[in-house]
């Protein structure tokens, strides 16, 4: 009688070794994928949901105590889009795996005659340990609603308790630290934004998070070392490799100075770092893009810091110039502009002469583009010579 081996199961495989794949499928940080355009979006391997029942509950468990999601309902849907930029959402369809939480948030927008503004309301989903930045884009569209007259409120429902499963305690401080985040910025007549908060949380929690939040002064420096913070945040995971990451700081950054682009600056003592900040994330930002692949959004990031540098009110430095033009010819270079980064490279060359990296570079696409005239020479006499003899 013939011995066949037993077929492999996830169940015969030790537990710790389950959960050691469950977390290469189901783990928020492990399934970021970078969409076009720069967006962020997880990708759950959902159907091990449905290999057998313990399995499922087992797996569902795992999912939801170690992610400890969180779902955002707004009227602010182009919000929502914007933050896809800086953190990995969940929306639409995709969302019927996703029925535990431990935080449900309401942002809600209303005109300047106080009533909620008549929008569609969008709901997403994302890890709670995004909480944090996801707190820090609120507090910038906060500024900008402000500016335009408008306010807003933020509803906080808190649930750590669940029958099903158990949640980590690293992700419940992830999200106490995110609530004690938001700030209640003044409006134009005075009044703090509203922030309220519901739940299972102890009263001294909740009196901690009230205290946490508690009204901020509209202050421009603030919200600068504010956007500084997080492009200092963002060059950390960059030098990590963290690339996603730094991805989401940097925009945090941008969206944090430039919804108050124009007080920061009208306001001499601001306006000089602002204009340095933004020529750094940008060309940051067009750094971390070459990394990624994204050529054309390098490039697009490259002109900006370059744009920005030429406006600047104090002028760059020739080596900041120099810096600055030889990443916008590396860039059009990754897009087969080669005639222009042969403009771009010979300006920054004027600005640093000695420089062996732009040199080089330069040698290198004027080589090539030399190779292609003269290929492009042949084919035409090639072609003249056959309609002379032919």
Known sequence: MEHFPKKASLEGI???????????????QNVIVLKPKGLLRPQYQTALFTVNQNISTESLAYFRAENGFVTVGTNLGYFLSACTHAIPLVAGDSVRHFNHYILTAEFVVFSAAGAPE?????????????????????????????????????????????????????????VVYGIKGIRRIESRDGAPL???????????????????SDPTPYLLDEFLN?????????????????????RGEYFI??????????????????????EALLINIFTNSSLLNTKQGEYESALSQAERAWKAAMARSVPSTSTQNAKLLYRLGCTLVDVGKDGEATQRLTEALSYMPDDNHIKAKLAEVTARCDARRKQSDLKYRARMSEKAFG
Do not use: W
């Open 118 to 174: 008549p929008r569609e309301v969008h709901l997403s989903i994302f890890a709670g340990r995004h909480l944090s930045n996801f707190v820090r884009l609120i507090n910038a569209e906060h500024s900008t609603l402000r500016n335009m007259g408008r306010t807003s409120t933020v509803h906080l429902v808190y649930c750590t308790k669940s029958s099903s499963f158990k949640l980590k305690p690293s992700v419940v401080d992830c």
């Open 14 to 28: 030790p537990l710790e070794i389950r959960l050691n794949i469950y977390s290469y499928l189901l783990l928020d």
């Open 253 to 274: 950054a941008i969206s944090t100075a430039g919804n108050m682009h124009n007080e920061l600056m009208a306001d001499p003592d601001t306006r000089c770092r602002l």
């Open 226 to 246: 504010q956007a500084e913070q997080a492009k200092e945040r963002g060059n950390n995971f960059y030098r990590d490799g963290n690339y996603n990451a730094a």
């Open 194 to 212: 509203r922030i309220t908060i519901d739940g299972d949380l102890e009263v001294e929690q909740v009196e901690e998070i009230k205290a946490a």
